[in-house]
């Protein structure tokens, strides 16, 4: 048989409100042409995101039930830890509200002036005494990435290091076909070591899959060799695991010599190669909130654990409930079934092909989790300043009540305070995720023949202009303005 079907059956429905085109162009207009300002009730498919957007199975909400309230020692935290342990082999298991709070807590750690704090300072830093020179010596950090995720490049900068992305130039190509578009470049991490030397960098990140990279996976090579150059100069290497899962059955569709491992072992091997991951459950983990912080280094952890008390919660439950930690046990679990990883990528490669086919470039092949549109080649005629991908994502809201999102100049672009010049990234996307477990292939038939009508029409696409806009993260509310 060729057909691969949702591998599970429909328990309990959630009505979608069906909105007309009128109605929606009145919206769109109330919320400022920014989708983030939208209510969910008013969208009809939504891939904002995958995260937190799970359904979650009857053995997780059977688990909600199980939770063990228990402020401390609770069964529930047991549970979450020895599942996370066996996937991971890592010995401090931290939990957090979601994956933000455990980059808070690791950058503030890492990159913070620790002289002025007393709990950052009750331990060692890894790496050793050498860094504290260059800490006081007041010269930023820097911390690599494949592409660091927005919350994880905010964090970076807050606590007043550098972020910088190191991802292959394949991985900026929208038409390249390479199989593992998420790899960090060695040579790029070497020339960045030689530049400002490896006291400067705290810490590598790599991120799997790698999102604002068009969740495009890492291989296994790749992290084995960043792996090394981190190891020859005693920089810790961090994995951002959120969509480890979907790297794992990637890796093992993809890369030879793993077709006949199973995606949990290739997951392990994954961690095995780290010294430490920050994880949002509320993409992999299958649950609707929930982070990790893992590491192997005990002084950091000892440190971690002091900020987590300070502000998420004791250290067996992190802000969480206990019902929490058992539908995060339960979703790592699940998370690894093949079954499920078939399907979820198979979904994910269906709607992709279907664009393809029409001829709408998307980051080319497509990922694991969401499906990417090139917006410069959607609309040539919008310029990066006039935000091309806001406004494919404004044309599949009013055409057919898709909300998307803009990943490209609203997202990341910059404007020098100085001399008012304006930076846009490399690539200008709209992506469409797909939140798991939730949508059939109807939904998904929808969204492709939506989003071919909309490029039959695409020279009506509208630049806009933005009236008003915060300091930070623009994207979630800055309004614009159709020109
Ligand atoms: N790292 C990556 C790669 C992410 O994709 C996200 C969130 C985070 C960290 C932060 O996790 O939201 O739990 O605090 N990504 C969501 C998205 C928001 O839509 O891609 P969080």
């Keep these: 048989m060729k057909t691969i079907i949702e591998p599970f059956r429909i328990k309990m429905v959630e009505p979608i409100k069906l909105t007309t085109p009128a109605q929606r162009e009145e919206i769109l207009r109330r919320a400022h042409f920014n989708v983030f300002q939208i209510p969910a009730e008013e969208v009809m498919i939504d891939l904002l ?85 260059i800490l006081r010596s007041r010269e930023p950090l820097v911390i690599p990435n494949n592409n660091h995720f927005d919350t994880t490049r905010a964090n970076i900068e807050h606590s007043g290091a550098e972020a910088v992305d190191l991802v292959i130039d394949e991985g900026r190509a929208p038409r390249s076909r390479h199989p593992f578009k998420g790899n960090l470049d060695p040579q790029k991490l070497e020339a960045l070591i030689e530049r400002v030397g490896a006291a400067r960098i705290p810490l590598c990140m790599v991120t799997v899959t790698n999102n604002s990279g068009g969740g495009q996976p890492v291989s296994l090579a790749n992290l084995q060799e960043v792996r090394g150059i981190c190891a020859r100069h005693g920089i810790p290497l961090f994995l951002d695991a959120c969509r480890f899962a979907e790297n794992a059955y990637l890796i093992k569709q993809r890369e030879p010599g793993h077709a006949h491992r199973s995606a949990r072992d290739i997951a392990r091997a994954m961690f095995d190669l780290a010294d430490g991951a920050t994880i949002s459950a509320k993409k992999d983990g299958l649950v609707n909130i929930g982070g990790v912080l893992l590491m192997r280094d005990h002084a950091l952890a000892e440190r971690a654990n002091n900020l987590l008390i300070l502000t998420e919660g004791f250290v067996t439950y992190g802000g969480l409930a206990g019902r929490d930690l058992e539908a995060m046990a339960q979703g790592f679990t699940e998370v ?16 992709g092909e279907h664009l393809l086919a029409a001829g709408i470039q998307i980051v080319e092949p497509p990922g694991g989790h969401a499906v990417y549109l090139d917006a410069a080649a959607f609309c040539p005629h919008v310029p990066p300043a006039r935000f091309p991908g806001q406004a494919v994502v404004c044309a599949l809201y009013r055409h057919a009540g898709i909300r998307a999102v803009e990943i490209g100049s609203v997202m990341f672009g910059r404007v020098d305070p100085v001399t008012g010049a304006a930076s846009h990234p490399p690539m200008e996307l709209v992506r469409l995720a797909l939140p798991r477990r939730v949508y059939t ?14 490029f039959e029409r695409r020279d009506q696409l509208r630049p806009l202009r933005i009236l008003e806009e915060p300091a930070a993260l623009r994207h979630f509310t800055a309004k614009f303005e159709e020109m």
């Design 49 to 133: 995101t995958d995260s937190g957007t799970s359904a979650m199975s009857s053995e997780q909400w059977a688990g909600m039930l199980r939770g063990d309230e228990s402020y401390a020692g609770a069964r529930s935290w047991y549970h979450f830890e020895s599942v996370l342990r066996d996937l991971t082999g890592m010995p401090h298991i931290l939990p957090t509200h979601q994956g933000r709070a455990s980059e808070r807590i690791l950058f503030e750690l890492i990159c913070a002036g620790q002289e002025r704090n007393p709990i950052l300072r009750s331990g060692e830093q890894p790496g050793g005494q050498e860094r504290n020179p």
């Design 336 to 351: 690894l079934h093949e079954d499920y990883l078939q399907y979820r990528l198979r979904s994910v490669a269906y709607l």
């Design 441 to 454: 292939q109807s939904h998904i038939d929808y969204v492709i023949e939506a989003t071919i009508e909309v």
